[in-house]
């Protein structure tokens, strides 16, 4: 997979069927292992809650390499990953800089946010959903600088999603119809490299 890092790091991208099979089965399997927990709050509104799973425990202001936390969870999947991340989508001494998951059902609702105010920061969302219709909506939106929808990504398996960190984004509330977690593994890279200018 070659992308160019700064295309990566400038606006949003997507790739389907990114992973190898076998890691992409083991992280949903674990995705059923985890502690889920149940309450976690939405940026900017506190009445939106959703089920959340720490894995690097990066908070949102965090410029600190969280990737050593990562190495101690016990469902190595996640390990893996973030190995593949650092092999083909980045640099490999690019820092990791959270590491979570989020799970909604319908009811839950995520709120537009951003993940970081820093120009030089990368979020990556794999959809850990074997099976999605398009029925049962849950898409991650992004929006430009005019608040408009700059497009919309539904939660299909095996898809990565990346964006600069800064955008403005939000998943989507789910369908009645559906009766599935929308689980998303999301990761916050810092500057290619690990270079931070400033």
């Known amino acids: 997979m070659a992308v160019e890092l700064e295309l990566l790091y400038s606006k949003p991208q997507v790739f389907d069927n990114v992973l190898p099979q076998q890691l992409y089965d083991q992280l949903v399997d674990a995705t059923r292992k985890i502690g889920w927990q149940f309450g976690w709050r939405a940026p900017g509104n506190s009445d939106a809650r959703y089920w959340h799973h720490e894995v690097g425990f990066g908070e949102k202001a965090n410029v600190e390499d969280v990737s050593a936390r990562v190495r101690e969870h ?36 995520g709120w537009p946010h951003t993940d970081t105010d820093r120009t ?53 509330p789910l369908a009645r119809a559906c009766g599935a ?18």
């Open 74 to 109: 016990p469902l190595k999947p996640f390990v893996e990953f973030m190995d593949w991340l650092r092999s083909n989508l980045v640099p490999p001494e690019t820092p990791i800089l959270r590491y979570y998951l989020n799970g909604h059902t319908y009811g839950t609702d």
């Open 120 to 172: 030089d920061e990368l979020t990556a969302i794999l959809y850990l959903n074997p099976e999605w219709s398009g029925e049962w909506g849950g898409e991650t939106v992004v929006f430009n600088e005019h608040g408009d929808i700059a497009g919309s990504v539904l939660p299909r398996a095996n898809r990565l999603m990346t964006f600069p960190s800064n955008l403005l984004h939000a998943p989507r």
């Open 181 to 198: 977690l929308r689980v998303v593994l999301v990761v916050k890279l810092g500057p290619p490299g690990g270079n931070r200018d400033g």
